[in-house]
T-cell receptor
């Protein structure tokens, strides 16, 4: 069975600084996808970044990037130049065999 | 997202009453999902559908049933609501050919069972 673990219930960062959110996963599949979703107080689920397991290159989307370590089954999210609008819950998720499985989330606070 | 709508947005119900939540999509996606979100648990899969009248259980399916009679509608029913089913419920859709784009989520339904 797939499992996704986020070991940091809460993190904080100062505006303009960099923060890294951790995620580990477990799967027996060789082909899968990994995602980070952001959930602001509005409750909307917003896709931040995605990674295909067969691609060795780490995905990047503007200020968001990932460190994908396939052998270690690790998929961390780095947010550079943090902004007040980045404050939210962040969920790591793993997809294979028709299902998206989520971690328990990390609440990110951003201080001015 | 305009392509997926959940109703109602909020609901308060009494223990023991039946409750049905509706998810409607206009994207013609094949897959539809129901999740519940609780503090400390993230989003957990309740049931999902991979086509009309084709459904399967997720990790927390006890006490829930689903139906999908049309591509665009996926209903989640709590036959006899309990306080442990107080939660925020999310519907999501995906198209297997484009799974690399992730899922599209509805805005959620906050259900309170008193």
């Amino acid at each position: 069975a797939q499992t996704v673990t986020q070991s940091q219930p809460e993190m904080s960062v100062q505006e303009a600084e960099t923060v890294t959110l951790s995620c580990t996963y477990d799967t027996s599949e060789s082909d899968y996808y990994l995602f980070w979703y952001k959930q602001p107080p509005s409750r909307q689920m917003i896709l931040v970044i995605r990674q295909e397991a067969y691609k060795q290159q780490n995905a990047t989307e503007n200020r968001f990037s990932v460190n994908f370590q396939k052998a270690a089954k690790s998929f961390s999210l780095k947010i550079s130049d943090s902004q007040l609008g980045d404050a939210a819950m962040y969920f790591c998720a793993s997809y294979n065999t028709d299902k998206l499985i989520f971690g328990t989330g990390t609440r990110l606070q951003v201080f001015p | 997202d305009a392509g997926i709508t959940q109703s109602p947005r909020h609901k308060v119900t009494e223990t023991g009453t039946p409750v049905t939540l509706r998810c409607h999509q206009t994207e013609n996606h094949r897959y539809m999902y129901w999740y519940r979100q609780d503090p400390g648990h993230g989003l957990r899969l309740i049931h999902y559908s991979y086509g009309v009248k084709d459904t399967d259980k997720g990790e927390v399916s006890d006490g829930y049933s689903v139906s999908r009679s049309k591509t665009e509608d996926f209903l989640l029913t709590l036959e006899s609501a309990t306080s442990s089913q107080t939660s925020v419920y999310f519907c999501a859709i995906s198209e297997p050919r484009r799974v690399d784009y992730g899922y599209t989520f509805g805005s959620g339904t906050r259900l309170t069972v008193v």
